[in-house]
């Protein structure tokens, strides 16, 4: 890593997350702020980095602080409303529409990387079909036209494609992609894969699929970065699904624990990782400051563990 300290993704502890008021985000942030082993945050962006604007990100996080822009959180709320939005979209004109998303995240990207130059290090794509079309054919042809025109702009940060559970494993949660058609379309660009710890696990149902999705990825020559969210099968945090559960040594039901971290880090040493980090999610709406805050730090912890 060429930075000490790992990428938060801390949107999902955050009280906006759940439309709390501004003087709770406020102090949300700044007590983040003073948490040490932080490089930067993963942040969505849907029309701006934060539900209050990109000055109030900038106003209330660490100068220093590096950012990945995510495009999931824009991707599945379009999708709640039209299914087949995405850049792995059969439908030709939704999957023009997420490549206009993709414009405006370049936008986004450029402007802020003009004002502070190295401050955003890279957007995680994600390659969501069409729902409803089972057609992984349909959608790695769409993916590889999307990708040939997205791979094609000058981009001011590294383009890193973010695995989701595939669309043709049992009961999928996202159901994009799947890994092995993922990393043939990427195979002759810049871009590399991300592998998120939750995701995979849930695509097989196990806590070993994570580690084959690496070893993948790394013999592909394409192991770019690892985030970490956790799954339970049982428990608030429901039955495998996709929501960014913490660690087992912070919830007693999540399958993630700081040894299965270790396992990741041990299979990817091979590669020159762009960034590692966390995803959390705090489920309580009604959660004070220091229970979010509590999350994610026990969540660093882990991560420390875990690269020692």
């Given amino acids: 890593m060429t930075n000490t300290?790992?990428?938060?993704?801390?949107?999902?502890?955050?009280?906006?997350?759940?439309?709390?008021?501004?003087q709770e985000e406020q102090t949300f942030w700044r007590v983040l702020s003073d948490t040490p082993y932080i490089r930067g945050l993963e942040q969505p962006c849907l029309e701006d980095l934060h539900p209050y604007g990109d000055e109030w990100l900038f106003r209330h996080t660490p100068g220093d602080w590096q950012i990945v822009v995510t495009a999931v959180m824009e991707t599945m709320r379009r999708r709640g409303t039209n299914g087949a939005f995405g850049l792995a979209s059969?439908?030709?004109?939704?999957?023009?529409a997420s490549i206009n998303f993709y414009r405006h995240l370049r936008q986004k990207i450029d402007a802020?990387?003009?004002r502070f130059p190295g401050k955003v290090i890279a957007l995680e794509m994600q390659a969501a079909p069409q729902a409803g079309n089972a057609s992984v054919e349909q959608a790695t042809d769409a993916f590889a036209r999307s990708i040939r025109e997205i791979a094609g702009w000058d981009w001011s940060c590294d383009l890193v494609l973010e695995h989701c559970d595939a669309m043709n494993g049992s009961a999928p949660r996202k159901g994009f992609l799947p890994l092995e058609q993922v990393l043939d379309v990427v195979k002759d660009t810049d871009i590399s894969v991300c592998i998120n710890w939750a995701r995979s696990a849930i695509e097989g149902r196990n806590t070993t699929r994570p580690v084959e999705h690496v070893q993948a990825a790394l013999?592909?020559?394409?192991?770019?970065?690892l985030m970490f969210s956790g799954?339970?099968?049982?428990?608030?945090?429901?039955?495998?699904?996709?929501?960014?559960?913490?660690?087992?040594?912070?919830?007693?039901?999540s399958l993630m624990t700081?040894?299965?971290a270790k396992t990741l880090f041990t299979a990817a040493s091979a590669a020159t990782l762009k960034f590692s980090g966390i995803k959390l999610l705090e489920i309580n709406a009604n959660a004070n400051v220091d229970h979010r805050i509590a999350i994610l730090r026990d969540g660093i912890s882990a991560m420390n563990k875990a690269t020692q």
């Fill in 219 to 225: 013999k592909a020559g394409k192991l770019g970065a």
């Fill in 90 to 96: 059969a439908d030709e004109e939704q999957r023009k």
């Fill in 112 to 114: 802020v990387n003009t």
């Fill in 258 to 260: 700081p040894e299965h």
């Fill in 5 to 22: 300290g790992f990428i938060i993704g801390a949107y999902p502890c955050a009280p906006s997350f759940h439309q709390k008021g501004e």
């Fill in 231 to 253: 799954t339970t099968a049982s428990g608030e945090y429901g039955d495998w699904q996709d929501l960014h559960a913490p660690f087992s040594s912070f919830c007693a039901e």
